[in-house]
């Protein structure tokens, strides 16, 4: 896994959902993700690290900023780059950069899509 790049490590970890929850390859990239850092795996793969980064859900299409992912989850004491770390591979497995939204690459297949709007019916 040290060998491949942030993005075949996305690949792989979207490829282990769809392929009946392939546990052990997840757990493979989760840890290269761990080992490489959260920030550092967001850089390679060119998507936001920071609280104003604004990803939108590959599922839902709702939109929120990595500070309001945060909040919404977390408690007062949490720290944001402990929160990161440990919440990256839930990031990448469904959220995109704002920029990055493509309408026929988002949304689970159980879900109607709206190609016009990008929005669930």
Avoid at 28 to 44: H, S, V
Avoid at 79 to 101: A, C, G, S, Y
């Amino acid at each position: 896994m040290k060998d491949k790049t942030a993005k075949e490590i996305l690949s792989l970890l979207k490829s282990s959902l769809k392929n009946n929850n392939n546990q052990t390859l997840r757990g493979e990239c989760i840890d290269e993700i761990k080992r490489r850092g959260a920030k550092q795996i967001l850089k390679d793969l060119g998507w936001p690290d920071n609280k104003e980064g604004i990803y939108k859900n590959r599922y839902t299409g709702s939109e929120e900023t990595l500070e309001e992912m945060y909040n919404s989850r977390c408690g007062p004491d949490a720290d944001f780059d402990v929160w990161l770390e440990e919440t990256v591979p839930f990031i990448m497995e469904n959220w995109l950069p704002k920029d990055e939204w493509v309408v026929d690459e988002c949304f689970d297949e159980y879900l109607p899509k709206n190609k016009l709007t990008g929005w669930v019916k």
